[in-house]
């Protein structure tokens, strides 16, 4: 039976599972979206026809069989068309995200005709929420079950989590992994069991082909592991039983067998495939040169209620190292954050797409957020006008403060829905203007601009996209109305010179014609400027003074 204690924590995840699903059709597609969709698809051909056809990604003697049959009957959206740079790298593709994004598809899509884009994510749903309810089993059984709610609710409000959660199916799916792989080598250790020894090595090799960060842990987990037998040295003979060293010397063959069957497409060419992806891995990983973009991007995204008692669980955390208590926990809290962004912040290293890379950091920054808090109202409790209160009066004073520190957070993710993914606190926006200067770098925001076009658009129109077209044209059939026709504008790199270059297409056509289009870093979106000289928007989306999206109506 659930003990009443479990109840806040169920009801607030049943409350974020049915927000979640009524609010992931407001995420359009991302730029790796159709590539990560298309090969997806083909693994799951692969999985249920057994021919390996699917996983060959070549075109031979001009022959391009890589389609999928079902892509052509006009029902489904065309990934293979828009599938980009994944096609030509699928070795760059991780497997485990697409595929369960396939999977969610057949029966959202196929079985109960939902929309196809939203079926892919769907799985993400149940990803978040064992996220969540991993993360308050974690917290409750090592701390308490206050801090588990916490934490749970920290992480779950978090702005970039909650916009990550409803469309990233790489990230999302890492921090599930991550956390399950920490969760079941801890419980090995504590209980020297070589049962969950072999259980952590299968999901070690689950997280492997989800994404690479998982290939940091043993930087974590090892000095975890020899904190443990420091702390326990009258008990070190009992590390070393035969169970547990087989258990030990087993851990990497698991792991790398579980990779590596998973994977189909290594399994042609396995050593080419692996080398293949052990130089993307290093390729990736060391291709920029901001060594401090990571450590100042993610305090900038944890909200500035929440940052106080962030730092005051990194204190708290230190200091029970210091004193020898939970010291090998909390030394793991500790590693999770500065392996990471350590890594992060060598010369070189990639920070390209800013925090989804290590969106796994914040469990547990929310964790250390969690016992700062726990740990202040603590303090807080002690004062003698407070300690003489009853226990009810002093839960409400302890539910009350939480929902103090979440109420801004709270607002401003409702108040900039669907474009979380674009906060950062004030702190960060005073220390460094250029932050104010966020722009929808993954065009999520293009499903908010063409249901606005769907409602006001005249009738027999024509719309153009202004950068990254590649995540409208699939969508043609499904998100558009009937009579507006998208076309394809004909847009070289660097010019300036839209109207010149499409003039005939304005001109030709017998209705209105429409622009809609992000801002962007970009060099291909220079060629709005031609038309912001000419004429206003007629809409726009903006964060705080940004400018997110505009639509241009130009005949």
Known sequence: MLAKKHLPVCFFLIIFFIITLLTIDDYGLGNDDMGEFFIGDRYVEYYTTRDSKYLDFEIHEGKDGRKIDYYQDGKHPDWYAYAGWQLLHPIHVWLVGPVLSSISKHIFYFTFGLDPVDSHRYFLLLITCGILALLYHFCHKYFNCYIGLYAVVLLALLPRFWGHAHHNIKDILNCFTTLLFLFLFIKAVRHKSPRFFIFAALAYGLGMAT????????????????????????????????????????????????????????????????????????????????????????????????????????????????????????????????????????????????????????????????????????????????????????????????????????????????????????????????????????????????????????????????????????????????????????????SNNLIKENLHIINDSKGAVYLMTVDSHMKEISIVNEIRQQKNPIHTIKHKQQVILEIFKLK
């Not at 396995?270 to 293949?276: G, N, Q, R, Y």
């Not at 944890?302 to 939970?326: E, M, Q």
Request: include cysteine; charged fraction near 15%; glycine fraction near 2%.
């Open 211 to 494: 994404k690479a960060n998982i290939l940091l842990m043993p930087f974590i987990v090892i000095p975890y592991f020899l904190m443990v037998l420091h702390t326990n040295k009258s008990q070190i003979k009992s590390w070393f039983s035969k169970s547990l060293v087989i258990s030990y010397c087993l851990f990497p063959i698991i792991s790398f067998l579980i990779f590596f069957l998973l994977w189909p497409y290594l399994w042609i060419n396995p050593v080419d495939k692996i080398s293949a992806y052990i130089d993307y891995i290093f390729n990736r990983g060391f291709n920029n040169d901001r060594p401090s973009y990571a450590v100042f991007t993610t305090l900038a995204a944890i909200p500035a209620a929440i940052l106080p008692f962030t730092f005051a669980g990194i204190f708290f955390a230190i200091r029970s190292i210091y004193l020898k208590r939970k010291s090998a926990l909390y030394l793991l809290l500790l590693l999770w954050v500065v392996i990471p962004l350590g890594r992060l912040s060598m010369p070189n290293a990639a920070t390209y797409d800013g925090v989804r890379l290590w969106l796994d950091v914040f469990i547990p920054l929310m964790i250390l957020s969690a016992i700062g808090y726990e740990n202040t109202i603590k303090r807080l409790f002690n004062l003698p006008s407070i300690k003489a209160l009853n226990p009810v009066r002093k839960q409400l004073i302890r539910m009350f403060a939480i929902l103090f520190i979440l109420i801004p957070t709270l607002r401003w993710t409702i108040k900039n829905h669907p474009l979380q993914m674009l906060h950062m606190n004030p702190i960060a926006q005073q220390l460094n203007p250029e932050a104010n200067k966020a722009r929808d770098y993954w065009t999520l925001s293009y499903r908010l601009g063409l249901r606005w076009l769907n409602e006001y658009a005249d009738k027999s129109s024509l719309l153009m996209i202004g950068f990254n077209q590649n995540v409208v044209h699939p969508m043609k059939a499904f998100w558009i109305r009937d009579d507006i026709k998208v076309m394809r504008l004909f847009i070289y790199q660097g």
